[in-house]
C-alpha cells in the first residue's frame, strides 16, 4: 500500500466526519506534517461533549515506514509547543485517530 492510499482514505474519512483537512508545506522549515486535520466537536443533545474544535497535525507515511531524524525534531519542537502530532502508516491508523 501506498502513502498516497492511507492520505485519500484520511482525507475521506474526515470529510465524512464534518471536518476539514489542509495540505501542508512550510517554506524555510523541514519537517513539518503532512496534513492539518479540523474535526468539529462532538455534540449530544445539542451540547459539545468534547472541546469545541479538534485540531490534529498528521505525518503520513507508507506500511512500515517510520518519521525521519528531522521530522521527529520538529514534531517534538510541535509537542513542546501544546500541538497534537501523529504519524500514522497505516488506514486502521487513520481509523484510529478519529475515534
Do not use: C, F
Not at 39 to 63: F, I
Not at 65 to 78: C, F, G, I, Y
Amino acid at each position: 500500500m501506498r502513502e498516497s492510499t492511507i492520505e485519500n482514505h484520511l482525507v475521506q474519512r474526515v470529510k465524512d466526519l464534518g471536518g476539514e483537512v489542509r495540505k501542508v508545506k512550510w517554506i524555510g522549515r523541514h519537517g513539518a506534517p503532512d496534513r492539518l486535520v479540523m474535526l468539529p466537536a462532538e455534540l449530544k443533545d445539542g451540547r459539545a461533549t468534547s472541546p469545541a474544535y479538534r485540531t490534529l497535525w498528521v505525518e503520513l507515511k507508507a506500511p512500515g515506514e517510520k518519521a525521519k531524524p528531522h521530522q521527529v525534531r520538529e514534531h517534538d519542537r510541535m509537542r513542546a509547543m501544546g500541538q497534537r502530532v501523529l504519524v500514522i502508516n497505516s488506514i486502521d491508523g487513520v481509523e484510529g485517530m478519529l475515534v
